[in-house]
């Protein structure tokens, strides 16, 4: 077979000159994975499907020659490309795609903890997490053990007495609540008892917030959100810092048989090349919604790091470089029971702009209301009973149709109360 037919090694990596230069982020991102000569000049690589790859002779189906790729569900020319790709988003050795980002944060726990060990899980991660966490591991004999995210002395002395302890999960900020951690400090802790740290990175997207240069070992997003941008594909990847958890984290991939399907690969593609452009306009909309809830007098409180209001702000301006569209507000609850769920139905069920729906990232703007005492969390922030929380994702409407759209709510809800 002539080598020209099968697909060489080398063009699993890009030939720009990117990689020799110190280009900025967004540029790297732009360009990263890319191989136009090598695809008949188009700019977007074309997407592979199939499961059978072919080997040239016996030598390379043994293993005794190199073949880049081996099998369709492994691996594919995008799917290196978008790993390269989010593998230099957040500065790490090396990417593990999954499909989901509850399967990117169920992978780590699967691939380093072993029966009789403890993790240990802030409790303000991603309920589904915490979830997998309290009701399956404990299946594999696995022990998980929450913490107040904000208090890190409390945390030192569970190490320092769950001697069985070997992970931490890090999510900062926390869902719905968005209280930060001193990731440095957090990193410290764990590294002088031997505890491998995980960290979510969804909120932060590589683009506000790099946990592997504070020294975590491995960072999972769910690329659902703002990496994809588009509400069009589920995606979650991991980033090693160091080879041997690389290692570890796609051989359990491979062992689960875990598969990422060629078109979301291809729309995760699309979508990172904007990813700073876009992360950018989320933050500055949502900075201005902020300033128009902040007038408001239902509104208590907002729960957005990067607002000086936020009693961990100082942590935010030293450990983060922006902000995104995601926070929520505390807005003062009328009525009891039933009286107070169709008031609070008169504020979200004619909203225009703001959808119901779950996840976040994309384009649409969201708005998802919650209980506080429904939250399931031991360590509550100092938050009364009597708020309705509002969780609110800012996509990239016009703002100040946004902020009519909020003004025309609140208009709503007064009149009915």
């Not at 999510?171 to 764990?190: G, Q, R, Y």
């Not at 062992?255 to 979508?271: E, H, K, Q, T």
Request: net charge negative; charged share 20%; proline share 6%.
């Amino acid at each position: 077979m002539p080598s020209s037919s099968y697909y060489s090694p080398s063009s699993l990596s890009s030939p720009s000159s990117s990689s020799s230069k110190s280009w900025g982020l967004a540029t790297k991102l732009a360009d990263l994975g890319r191989d136009p000569w090598n695809h008949a000049g188009y700019v977007n690589m074309p997407i592979y499907r199939g499961s059978t790859i072919l080997f040239p002779d016996l030598a390379t189906l043994d293993g005794k020659k190199p073949a880049p790729l081996r099998y369709g569900l492994h691996s594919s020319p995008q799917h290196e490309a978008l790993k390269e790709t989010l593998t230099e988003l957040e500065g790490g050795t090396g990417c593990v795609l999954v499909s989901s980002g509850l399967e990117a944060v169920t992978l780590p726990l699967l691939a380093l903890l072993q029966q009789g060990e403890r993790i240990l899980i802030t409790d303000g991660a991603y309920e589904p997490t915490l979830d997998f966490a309290e009701n399956f591991l404990p299946k594999l004999g696995i022990k998980a053990q929450r913490y107040d995210p904000t208090d890190l002395a409390a945390l030192e002395k569970i190490l320092a007495t769950q001697r069985d302890c070997k992970a931490i999960l890090i999510e900062s900020p926390s869902s719905h609540t968005f209280e930060l951690t001193d990731i440095p400090a957090l990193v410290a802790c764990a590294k002088k008892h031997d505890v491998v740290t995980i960290a979510d990175n969804s909120w932060g997207a590589g683009i506000a917030l790099r946990p592997l240069e504070m020294g975590v070992d491995i960072v999972v997003q769910s690329g659902t959100k703002y990496v994809c941008g588009h509400s069009d594909a589920l995606m979650g990847f991991c980033v090693a810092k160091e080879e041997s958890f690389l290692q570890k984290l796609s051989q359990a991939r491979a062992f689960l048989g875990l598969y990422n399907a060629p078109d979301d690969v291809a729309l995760c593609l699309r979508g990172v090349r904007s990813l700073p452009v876009r992360y950018e306009a989320h933050r500055t909309a949502a900075l201005r919604v902020c300033d128009f809830l902040q007038e408001q007098p239902e509104v208590s409180a907002i729960l957005h790091p990067a607002l000086a209001s936020h009693p961990q702000h100082a942590l935010w301006r030293r450990d983060c470089a922006s902000s995104c569209g995601l926070f929520s507000f505390l807005m003062e609850k009328k009525g009891e029971g039933e009286r107070a769920r169709d008031l609070l139905a008169r504020f979200t069920d004619e909203l225009q702009l703001f959808g119901m729906g779950y996840s976040w990232g994309g384009y649409k703007s969201l708005i998802l209301p919650a209980e506080v005492q429904g939250l399931g969390r031991q360590f509550l922030p100092d938050i009364p009973n009597d708020r309705w929380l509002l969780r609110v994702h800012v996509g990239l409407e016009d703002t100040a149709d946004l902020v009519q759209d909020l003004d025309d709510a609140f208009l709503r809800y007064r009149a009915a109360v």
